[in-house]
């Protein structure tokens, strides 16, 4: 089992810049971690991805804005958000899949809202 706690959403305006974090419980060396996210209404959609390796893919919707990244030393996982749009608001969650198993794991959210 693994809990993940995602922090550093918030109020931002247009063009603006966060930098979410996700810890997690215990080591996710073995995982493949993301960042997904989910707007009133809408489904829930991939945002970034980075695999063991380092290498890593984005939502074209993001692409050139947003930077995923790992720290495996602090079990912690990252998206930098920087450009802001009123259309990136939404909850944001942090999502651990297992590369050598089926587990998958979700954080609790953390609320992004892109507003002037």
């Known amino acids: 089992q693994v809990q993940l706690v995602e922090s550093g959403g918030g109020l931002v305006q247009p063009g603006g810049s966060l930098r979410l974090s996700c810890a997690a419980s215990?080591?996710?060396?073995?995982?493949?971690m993301g960042w997904y996210r989910q707007a009133p209404g809408n489904g829930r959609e991939m945002v970034a991805r980075?695999?063991?390796?380092?290498?890593?893919n984005y939502a074209d919707s993001v692409k050139g804005r947003f930077t995923i990244s790992r720290d495996n030393t602090k079990n912690t996982v990252y998206l930098q958000m920087n450009s802001l749009k009123p259309e990136d608001t939404a909850v944001y969650y942090c999502?651990?899949?297992?590369?050598?198993?089926?587990?998958?794991?979700w954080g609790q959210g953390t609320q992004v809202t892109v507003s002037s």
């Open positions: 215990r080591s996710i060396f073995s995982y493949a």
């Open positions: 999502n651990a899949h297992g590369v050598t198993d089926t587990s998958n794991y």
């Open positions: 980075i695999i063991i390796g380092g290498r890593t």
